[in-house]
């Protein structure tokens, strides 16, 4: 039996609720052939978008210019105090939004690619397994968003998020529990690579080197730091170019595009519209003025629109390709996961002799000093710090950040004020969890609410 798709899609309630879900019905067209999922799972303006609000959560962004606070909207200036809710019960969350979008089509596709009509059995099992990673990126975005940081004694009754694995409009909307998304998660991870090939055609398509990145992630969230090194080790065999970045200072005309970028393992970008994000100043001198990574993606305050007293984040300006900054896996975070792994396991050596191999990269030769550090811990420290001058902007912060808190060593508490009123964020705090938009949760009830 055919099914009707729509090419131009507005699903403004979780794609999945019974009776409430709204589509803008525009250009639909039959899913017949396997080039039209061929075309469906190469839209990127659906697949490869991510995230937004975290960039404001984390403790990279601190909006001190009283100018830049007051001209912020009350949903960014929500995720940025960390309230019990940011939205009203009639507005949307677009993160939410959008990652169950990009469900829905994978689900559309995983249903009906392997019965579509004039293509080879190879090219089918390839879509195949390209809806199964999307749909494990969008599921990773939402679990580690909108649920508690996975915990082996916890996981299996902590409420996850939705799991939604068929376009079927009535599934329940009953939230999985984390371990169960995670499951799931890896499970679509192993089951893509065989079908998929070594590096794509297109860095926003999927690839061995790109499940095996995610799996690394999902693992290193996971503290399954064992199985996390064993993947960031396998993509890094197949894709380990990094950009010399010192090379590019002056000259940022020639840092090439994402798609063409050698660092980039699986193209995800934000979700959303970031401009003029005010940075941390204990950021800003972490990172010291010598790195290219503040030479090339930090910028006075006057260089944005309005202007502000301060430092921005330029990093999306850089690549010719207007507001968008990557968040999927890369070389440098396959580095960084197996030096973290490495420090875990009591082997300093490796890890600091890893991030070398990055921070040469990183500075002007002039400039560099190889790091040395005696102990596992300390390098671990070293680990931390790096990871923070790396994917600094991109929101990766919070994830980080929330998944420290399982070390003491690592928590921090977050304090910054905004409009004259103070706010703290604690460790393991209930905030780190996003809330859900009272939106869905009015419309289905079913959906629980987190505390």
Not at 20 to 26: C, H, K, R, T
Not at 190 to 213: C, E, F, I
Request: glycine share 6%; with cysteine; aromatic share 12%.
């Amino acid at each position: 039996m055919k099914r009707a798709i729509y090419f131009l899609m507005v699903i403004v309630l979780t794609t999945g609720c019974r009776k409430y879900v709204e589509v803008d019905q525009i250009g639909n067209r039959v899913l017949k052939y396997t080039k039209d999922y061929r075309a469906l799972l190469d839209n990127s303006s659906v697949l490869e978008g991510g995230f937004g609000l975290p960039v404001y959560s984390n403790d990279d962004t601190r909006f001190i210019d009283t100018t830049k606070q007051i001209a912020m909207i009350d949903i960014n200036r929500n995720a940025y105090s960390w309230q019990a809710q940011y939205w009203s019960d009639t507005q949307g969350d677009g993160d939410w939004e959008r990652l169950y979008k990009s469900i829905y089509v994978c689900n559309e596709a995983i249903e009906g690619v392997m019965t579509s009509e004039s293509g080879t059995d190879a090219l089918k099992k390839q879509l195949y397994a390209e809806a199964l990673v999307h749909r494990a990126y969008a599921y990773w975005c939402l679990v580690n968003i909108y649920a508690k940081q996975y915990d082996s004694t916890t996981a299996a009754s902590d409420l996850g998020v939705p799991l939604l694995l068929t376009p079927d409009l009535f599934a329940s909307l009953k939230r999985a529990s984390v371990a169960t998304v995670y499951n799931q998660i890896i499970t679509d991870l192993l089951a893509s690579a065989d079908d998929l090939p070594s590096l794509p055609d297109y860095n926003t398509r999927p690839s061995k080197a790109g499940v095996y990145a995610l799996l690394a992630r999902t693992y290193l969230c996971k503290r399954d730091f064992s199985n996390a090194r064993t993947y960031a080790d396998m993509a890094l065999s197949l894709q380990s170019g990094l950009l010399d970045l010192p090379t590019y200072v002056g000259n940022t005309a020639a840092i090439p595009y994402r798609i063409a970028d050698p660092e980039v393992i699986f193209s995800k970008i934000n979700n959303g519209n970031y401009t003029g994000i005010q940075l941390d100043t204990a950021l800003l001198s972490l990172l010291g003025t010598k790195d290219a990574r503040y030479t090339l993606f930090v910028k006075p305050g006057g260089n944005f629109s309005p202007t502000f007293v301060g430092y921005g984040y330029w990093r999306y300006r850089y690549s010719k390709e207007g507001i968008y900054f990557c968040q999927g896996p890369s070389v440098p975070e396959m580095m960084l996961v197996k030096a973290e792994c490495a420090a875990r396991a009591n082997d300093a050596t490796t890890a600091i002799g890893i991030l070398n191999t990055l921070r040469q990269k990183r500075f002007a030769a002039a400039d560099y000093t190889d790091l040395t550090v005696s102990t596992a811990s300390d390098a671990l420290l070293s680990v931390v710090a790096e990871r923070r001058r790396e994917f600094f902007g991109t929101g990766l912060r919070w994830f980080d950040q929330k998944r420290y808190n399982k070390d003491v060593a690592l928590q921090v508490t977050v304090t910054r004020t905004l409009n004259h009123q103070d706010y703290t964020l604690e460790p393991n705090s209930n905030r780190y969890v996003f809330p859900i938009g009272t939106k869905y949760i009015l419309l289905n009830p079913e959906i629980e609410q987190n505390p």
